[in-house]
Antibody, heavy 120, light 108 residues
Framework: QVLLVQSGTEVKKPGASVKVSCKAS????????IYWVRQAPGQGLEWVGW????????NYAQRFQGRVTLTRDTSISTAYMELSRLTYDDAAVYYC?????????????WGQGTLVTVSS | SYVLTQPPSVSVAPGQTARITCGGN??????VHWYRQKPGQAPVLVVY???GRPSGIPERFSGSNSGNTATLTISRVEAGDEADFYC???????????FGGGTKLTVL
């Protein structure tokens, strides 16, 4: 079955960077875009960006441009999200999600989420 | 930027029909997707491309989209349907993915 398993909770200081991983299994990793979505405590969902694991093409939400980098390692079917220059506003649960069909821009499987805490 | 507007909350009695709206400029021209999220869990797709239903989602869940409003309809609401619901589109003009602010469904 399809699974997306994310790395564990992170605690970072303001100004630091965080890198979250998302390991895929149960399907061809290069066949589906991976999206990243975050959710601040008590708030709604916010899109961060996507990566095409086949081509390495990326697309970032404008508000994260210059601070976020999405990468992947096809040898271990893992996608990564790195967010730099963290502020308290970046504290959130970060999810990876699989695009269901090419170009569909909707998600049929999600990771369990990774809590990122920003604290001095 | 493109904005999707959802009511913060909707309340309905068990067995009744819940309708959750998602407003956006000419949203009828976009493909709208809906997710259900229960506390402490990741979102789950319940409707895709306006009215498609993923496998495993009950027929009680349906969607429509026209003009400036998309609607998620949940028939014969059950206590277990209590959750937050989010609409989502890919706004091609801005090349951005957008979520609505979310609606908390309460079953009375």
């Amino acid at each position: 079955q399809v699974l997306l398993v994310q790395s564990g909770t992170e605690v970072k200081k303001p100004g630091a960077s965080v890198k979250v991983s998302c390991k895929a299994s149960g399907y061809t990793f290069t066949g589906h875009h991976i999206y990243w979505v975050r959710q601040a405590p008590g708030q709604g969902l916010e899109w961060v960006g996507w990566i095409n694991p086949y081509s390495r093409d990326t697309n970032y939400a404008q508000r994260f441009q210059g601070r976020v980098t999405l990468t992947r390692d096809t040898s271990i079917s893992t996608a990564y999200m790195e967010l730099s220059r963290l502020t308290y506003d970046d504290a959130a649960v970060y999810y990876c999600a699989r695009e269901a069909v090419a170009g569909g821009n909707f998600f049929d499987y999600w990771g369990q989420g990774t809590l990122v805490t920003v604290s001095s | 930027s493109y904005v999707l507007t959802q009511p913060p909350s909707v309340s309905v009695a068990p067995g009744q029909t819940a309708r959750i709206t998602c407003g956006g400029n000419n949203i009828g021209r976009e493909n709208v997707h809906w997710y259900r999220q229960k506390p402490g869990q990741a979102p789950v797709l319940v409707v895709y491309e306006d009215s498609g239903r993923p496998s495993g989602i009950p027929e009680r869940f349906s969607g429509s989209n026209s003009g400036n409003t998309a609607t998620l309809t949940i028939s014969r609401v059950e206590a277990g349907d209590e959750a937050d619901f989010y609409c989502q589109v890919w706004h091609s003009s801005s090349d951005h993915l957008v979520f609505g602010g979310g609606t908390k469904l309460t079953v009375l």
